[in-house]
C-alpha cells in the first residue's frame, strides 16, 4: 500500500513538473511527510490492545471513536475511516503553517497548490523549513506567522486507498479535553463535505461552525455536568478573544483604508509625515490590544494560555485568526433558515461552491437573511 501511494506522489510531482510549477522540494516534502504520518498510523482496536496504554490513554482512544461515531450518526459527516487509526509522531505538532502579510494590510498572501488550489498558508513537516520560508518573507517586508497545526484533512482525496489513506488520529491531539476532541474531529471532518480551492475563509468558516454546532450538541447528550462546566469556561475565554482579535481587525483595516486612500491623494503632509503617522498609529492599535488582553485576563483568574499569541501577533496571525471566524454567524444562520436539518444545510451550502467567490459570499448572505433579495 505504501508503494502505491508513493507512486501517487510521484505522479503528482510529474504533473507539477509538466505545468511548470515551482519548487518541486516543496511537493517531495509534502508527500513523503504524509505518508511517513500513513505508515505510522494502526488501527484504533489494535492500540486498545497495546498493554503500555495507561487506562487514561485508551480512555480517550475509546472517546474518539464514540465522537467518530456521533459525527456521523447525529452530524451526517462522511462516514468513512477517518480518525479510526492512530499515530504517534513523536512531535508536538503534524505540520507548521506559515502566513504571510504586507506591513499595510490584512490581505494573506497565497499559494496555489496542484490538489489543494490556492490557500493563505504553507504548511511544512519540519518546523525548520517553516521557520527558513518565514525569514525569507520577512527580507520581503511581510508580517509572518508560523503557527503548529495539530491536525489537516485530505478531503477524503485518499478515501480510494481504503483505512490505510484516510485521515489518522494524532498524538498532537489526542490529549485535548472531551469537548475540544469533539470539535477537531468534526471540524476536519466538514472539510470533507465541501471545499472550495480558491476560498480558504469560506471553507475554514464552513468547518468552525459545524465544530461549533456539532460540539454543543454532543456535550449536551454525552457529557457530565462538570465536562460541561469545563467545556463552557473555555469556550467564554475563547469568544472573548475572538471579539477582542475582532475589534484589533477592525481598527487596522480602518487605519489601512486610511493609509491608502491619503497616499492615493495629493495632501499636504509629507510622505515621510504620513509613513511616521501610520507607524505610530499601528503601534498605539497593537498596544491597545496588548493591554485589553492584559485586562480580560484579570476576569480569567489569570488564564495565560493567549499570552505568546498575544505576544507575537501581527498582521499575518490576525488575518489568519480571522479565516476561522468571519463567515462562522453567516454559516449558522443557515444552518438554523435549514430547520437545524444537517443534509439540508449541507445542500444549500453546497449549491454556493460553483459560484465565483463575490457571488459565493453574496448567496451566503441571502441564505442567512443578512441580504435582502
Excluded at 60 to 78: T, W
Excluded at 91 to 111: D, E, G, H, I, M
Excluded at 292 to 308: C, I, M, N, R, V
Amino acid at each position: 500500500m505504501l508503494v502505491q501511494v508513493r507512486r501517487a506522489g510521484v505522479a503528482i510531482l510529474a504533473i507539477c513538473a509538466l505545468s511548470g510549477c515551482a519548487n518541486l522540494g516543496y511537493y517531495w516534502q509534502s508527500v513523503n511527510g504524509h505518508l511517513d504520518m500513513l505508515n505510522a498510523a494502526r488501527p484504533v482496536q489494535e492500540r486498545l490492545q497495546d498493554l503500555n496504554l495507561s487506562a487514561a490513554q485508551k480512555e480517550q482512544l475509546a472517546l474518539s471513536q464514540r465522537i467518530r461515531r456521533y459525527a456521523s450518526l447525529a452530524l451526517h459527516l462522511p462516514d468513512n475511516a477517518a480518525y479510526t487509526r492512530f499515530a504517534d509522531l513523536k512531535r508536538a505538532a503534524v505540520v507548521w503553517n506559515v502566513s504571510a502579510a504586507p506591513a499595510n494590510s490584512l490581505q494573506l498572501k497565497t499559494w496555489c497548490f496542484v490538489v489543494a488550489g490556492c490557500v493563505s498558508y504553507r504548511g511544512y513537516y519540519a518546523q525548520a523549513d517553516a521557520l527558513a520560508l518565514a525569514e525569507e518573507l520577512k527580507t520581503q517586508g511581510m508580517e509572518v506567522s508560523v503557527q503548529p497545526v495539530p491536525a489537516y484533512s485530505t478531503l477524503g482525496k485518499l478515501n480510494w486507498l481504503g483505512d490505510y489513506g484516510a485521515d489518522p488520529l494524532l498524538n498532537t491531539f489526542m490529549h485535548y479535553p472531551q469537548g475540544e476532541l469533539a470539535r477537531l474531529i468534526f471540524h476536519e471532518l466538514a472539510h470533507q463535505v465541501l471545499y472550495v480551492g480558491d476560498d480558504t475563509v469560506f471553507n475554514e468558516s464552513f468547518a468552525t461552525a459545524v465544530e461549533r454546532i456539532g460540539v454543543r450538541q454532543w456535550l449536551q447528550q454525552h457529557a457530565t455536568p462538570s465536562d460541561k462546566l469545563a467545556f463552557d469556561e473555555r469556550d467564554r475565554r475563547a469568544d472573548d478573544f475572538r471579539k477582542l482579535t475582532a475589534t484589533t481587525r477592525e481598527r487596522l483595516n480602518h487605519l489601512y483604508r486610511q493609509n491608502f486612500e491619503q497616499n492615493s491623494m495629493l495632501v499636504s503632509v509629507s510622505i515621510d509625515s504620513n509613513a511616521t503617522q501610520f507607524v505610530a498609529k499601528k503601534a498605539a492599535i497593537m498596544q491597545a490590544l496588548r493591554d485589553e488582553y492584559a485586562q480580560l485576563k484579570l476576569t480569567w483568574g489569570g488564564f495565560s494560555g493567549y499570552d505568546g499569541w498575544i505576544a507575537r501577533a501581527n498582521n499575518a496571525s490576525l488575518a489568519a485568526q480571522g479565516a476561522y471566524d468571519e463567515l462562522v454567524p453567516q454559516f449558522v444562520a443557515v444552518y438554523e433558515r435549514s430547520g437545524k436539518d444537517w443534509p439540508k444545510f449541507y445542500d444549500a451550502i453546497k449549491a454556493m461552491v460553483p459560484l465565483p467567490k463575490d457571488e459565493r459570499r453574496a448567496a451566503l448572505a441571502q441564505a442567512a437573511g443578512t441580504l435582502s433579495r
